[in-house]
C-alpha cells in the first residue's frame, strides 16, 4: 500500500507570492492532517480535514487555509509569504475511528525569499 | 489552552546507555502517541496508548501512560545508533480538541 504522497517535495518562494501544497493519503485514510514543523517550535497544528469538512483549525493567521476533496486528497494555500513561513510542511492520515495515529509524508519543504 | 511539554530537549548518551523522555500535558488526555523522526525524515509513529497506568513494550522501548492520563514516558534500554532521531509525544484533550505534539527530544548516541 502506498504512503503519504505530498507534491512537491521543495519550493522557493518570494514574499508575497503564494503557494499551494498537495496531499495524497494512505489508500482508505479519510482524514487529512497538515502540520507545519520549524526547529523553533517543532510541530505545530494546522488543520484536520474529514469527508471533505474540516473538523479542527490550529492557531495560525487566516492566510494559511485548506481543502479536502471527495476522494480525500487534500491541499493546502498560503498566501501573502512572509519569510517565516519558511518551513518544512506535513501531511498526515489516518483511519476514522484511529485518527490519533498518523502516518506522515516526507514533506514539502518551504523556503520563503 | 493545552499544552504539551516534553523533557529534556537533547539527550547526548553513549551506546549502550538507557535513555528516557518524558511527556506532560495542562490536561488529561484521552491517549497517547509516540512518534520518531529520524534526521532529515518525517515523524513516524510508533505507539498508541490508552488506558490509566497503561504500560506496553516494544523491544527495548518501553512506554508508560500515567494514571492520571496526563504524562508519559519513553524508555530506552542499552541505546543504539540505531535509535538516533528526535521522540515526538502527540495527545489530545478530548475529542473536540487538536492533535498537539510536543517539542521533541533529539537522542544522539555516541559509538
Known amino acids: 500500500k502506498a504512503g503519504v504522497t505530498q507534491t512537491p517535495r521543495y519550493l522557493i518562494k518570494t514574499r508575497g507570492q503564494q503557494v499551494t501544497l498537495s496531499c495524497s493519503p494512505i489508500?482508505?485514510?479519510?482524514?487529512v492532517s497538515w502540520y507545519q514543523q520549524t526547529p523553533g517550535q517543532g510541530l505545530q497544528f494546522l488543520f484536520e480535514?474529514?469527508?471533505?469538512?474540516?473538523?479542527n483549525k490550529g492557531n495560525f493567521p487566516g492566510r494559511f487555509s485548506g481543502r479536502q476533496f471527495s476522494n480525500s486528497r487534500s491541499e493546502m494555500n498560503v498566501s501573502t509569504l512572509e519569510l517565516g513561513d519558511s518551513a518544512l510542511y506535513l501531511c498526515?492520515?489516518?483511519?476514522?475511528?484511529?485518527?490519533?495515529?498518523?502516518?506522515f509524508g516526507a514533506g514539502t519543504r518551504l523556503s520563503v525569499l | 489552552g493545552q499544552q504539551v511539554m516534553q523533557i529534556p530537549q537533547y539527550q547526548h548518551v553513549q551506546e549502550g546507555e538507557d535513555f528516557t523522555t518524558y511527556c506532560n500535558s495542562s490536561?488529561?488526555?484521552?491517549?497517547i502517541q509516540w512518534y520518531k523522526q529520524r534526521p532529515g525524515g518525517h515523524p513516524v509513529f510508533l505507539i498508541q496508548?490508552?488506558?490509566?497506568?497503561e504500560v506496553k513494550k516494544q523491544k527495548r522501548l518501553t512506554f508508560q501512560f500515567g494514571e492520571a492520563k496526563k504524562n508519559s514516558s519513553l524508555h530506552i534500554t542499552a541505546t543504539q545508533t540505531t535509535d538516533v532521531g528526535t521522540y515526538f509525544c502527540?495527545?489530545?484533550?478530548?475529542?473536540?480538541?487538536?492533535?498537539?505534539f510536543g517539542k521533541g527530544t533529539k537522542l544522539s548516541v555516541k559509538p
Open positions: 498526515a492520515s489516518s483511519l476514522a475511528g484511529l485518527r490519533d495515529i498518523q502516518y
Open positions: 489508500s482508505g485514510h479519510r482524514s
Open positions: 480535514y474529514f469527508s471533505e469538512t474540516q473538523r
Open positions: 490536561t488529561t488526555l484521552s491517549n
Open positions: 496508548l490508552v488506558k490509566s497506568g
Open positions: 502527540a495527545g489530545r484533550g478530548g475529542s473536540q480538541g487538536n492533535l498537539i
